[in-house]
C-alpha cells in the first residue's frame, strides 16, 4: 500500500510515521499494493486523533479515532478498519461492485455467514418535502440519529444526521 500521512496542528516525526506504517501494513493481507491510504494525523490539546480513508473504487473504507494519546489512536482505528472490511467483505462482494482493488485472497476467504446480516424490522412512511433545517428540528423531536426527508429546494430525496460535537450532516444525491 502507499501511504500519504499529513499532519494538522503538529509535525509528523519519523516514529510516528513508522508506527502507523507499521500498524496500518497489517492491512496488506486485504488489500492490492498499488492501494493507497490518506492519513491525517491531528492535536488539540489532548485530544490525539488520526483519520485513516482508503479509496477503493467507487467506495471509501473510513475510520476516525480519538484519544488523549496518537498512539492509541493508531491501535484504535487500524482494529476498527479490520473489523470493517471483515464484516462488508461479503455485502461489497454480492452487490456486484468491482473488487479489483482487494486481494484475492480476502474476496474467496469467507469472514461472516449471511446470518450474521439480519433485517428484523421494516418501516413504511411518507416522505413530506421539508428544508434540511427543519428536517434537524424533526430529527430531534423524533429523537433519532438521521432523518428521510425529500429537500423542498431540490425536490429530491435527502437525509440528515447527527455529527460529533452537536453538529449536523446532510446526505443528498449527485444533480
Excluded: W
Excluded at 2 to 13: A, L, R, S
Excluded at 63 to 81: A, R
Excluded at 99 to 121: G, P, Q, W
Amino acid at each position: 500500500m502507499k501511504y500519504v500521512i499529513v499532519g494538522k496542528n503538529m509535525d509528523v516525526t519519523d516514529s510516528l510515521r513508522e508506527a502507523v506504517t507499521q500498524k496500518l501494513d497489517k492491512l496488506d493481507k486485504f488489500f492490492s499494493p498499488e492501494t493507497e491510504v490518506h492519513v491525517t494525523l491531528q492535536v488539540n490539546r489532548d485530544r490525539h486523533k488520526i483519520e485513516v480513508t482508503i479509496p477503493v473504487r467507487d467506495n471509501i473504507i473510513r475510520s476516525e479515532q480519538v484519544s488523549n494519546d496518537m498512539y492509541v489512536s493508531i491501535d484504535l482505528v487500524e482494529e476498527v478498519i479490520e473489523r470493517q472490511l471483515k464484516k462488508y467483505k461479503s455485502k461489497l462482494i454480492k452487490r456486484h461492485q468491482e473488487a479489483a482493488a482487494f486481494k484475492r485472497e480476502y474476496v474467496e476467504r469467507s469472514y461472516f455467514d449471511d446470518e450474521d446480516i439480519r433485517i428484523v424490522r421494516k418501516k413504511q412512511f411518507d416522505l413530506k418535502p421539508m428544508y434540511p433545517e427543519d428536517a434537524c428540528v424533526q430529527m430531534e423531536l423524533l429523537g433519532h440519529n438521521f432523518y428521510v426527508f425529500i429537500n423542498a429546494e431540490t425536490e429530491q430525496i435527502a437525509v440528515v444526521y447527527k455529527r460529533k460535537g452537536s453538529t449536523y450532516g446532510l446526505i443528498e444525491p449527485e444533480t
